[in-house]
């Protein structure tokens, strides 16, 4: 069946993150995606000084009634970053008014990153964003994000213990899963645990440059293209991180392009992989 999914996130005009990111990623596995801007940003707010921002929050409850009238739905929802608090709990709303029976939702709670919240972002921000991820049926955060979340201590350095602690601690915020990203026990390596029905499951890979911009985004676009294609959690993880590391691959050795990375010319690796693996 064509699936269809609505994904919240910033339009960042400049800067690879976010819609910009999303769209062609998702459409080249195979998915319609249908989108609900939550701001607009001339660039995005890790690296360029001087950015505007216009908040969109109070479009949304609008849309949202027109869709109603349109007897629109969707198929899954990737939520994204967020413009404030208010909007949080308007997307609250609009996820449970518009899903299909059995529509998955996918939170990725992009706040934050490397110890930090990102430009804008506060306490009162992360609490109803902990609302959001209570609804959610997977979780895509980095370290710093489900610290923040779970409220236990940062480390830029742990062991698995930790990371167990971390996931139980997301799960019972109220999320059905957890894809954690960038978890690292080696210098050499990075990757991702997938956390589901009390299963760990982590999916090691190496690590080629610390904190390129956008790749939350890039994958965490990949992962939902897979999933709604009906490929199982852990292997949708692993399409993700590959075609991750590719956009790395491509973009490291060009410091003009230091606000993204280079997703476009990776694109048939990932059409090749999703292809061959979608249900
Ligand atoms: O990639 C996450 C992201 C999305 N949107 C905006 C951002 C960021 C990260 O900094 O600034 C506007």
């Known amino acids: 069946m064509y699936k269809r999914i609505l994904t919240i996130q910033d339009i960042s005009c400049v800067g690879q993150c976010s819609l910009t990111v999303a769209l062609p990623i998702i459409s080249a596995c195979g998915v319609e995606a249908a989108v609900l801007p939550s701001a ?5 707010t890790g690296g360029f000084k001087g950015f505007t921002f216009r908040d969109l929050t109070e479009d949304l409850p609008a849309i949202s009634a027109h869709w109603t009238k349109e007897g629109i739905t969707f198929d899954a929802f990737y939520t994204g970053y967020l413009g404030s608090t208010k909007q949080i709990q308007y997307v609250r709303d609009i996820l449970n008014a518009h899903g299909n029976p059995g529509a998955k939702k996918i939170v990725d709670p992009a706040m934050a990153d490397n110890g930090q919240l990102y430009y ?77 029905n009390g299963n760990y499951r982590y999916y090691e890979h190496k690590k080629i440059a610390q904190g390129c911009h956008g790749t939350g985004d890039v994958y965490a676009s990949a992962f939902v293209g897979a999933i709604t294609r009906g490929i199982e959690t852990y292997e949708a993880a692993k399409i993700a991180a590959d075609y991750t590391v590719k956009c790395i691959e491509n973009t490291i050795g060009d410091a003009k392009h230091w606000y993204g990375v280079k997703l476009e010319t990776a694109l048939p690796f990932l059409v090749n992989e999703i292809e061959a693996k979608a249900k």
């Open 40 to 44: 607009v940003l001339s660039t995005h």
């Open 120 to 196: 804008g972002f506060d306490a009162a921000f992360v609490e109803s964003m902990k609302g959001l991820v209570a609804e959610a049926d997977i979780v895509l955060p980095n370290i710093t994000e489900a610290s923040f979340l779970t409220g236990i201590e940062y480390k830029e350095v742990y062991d698995e213990a930790y990371v167990k602690s971390q996931l139980e601690a997301l799960v019972k915020i109220g999320a059905k899963a957890v894809v954690l990203t960038g978890v690292s026990y080696k210098p050499e390596t990075t990757g991702v645990v997938v956390y589901e």
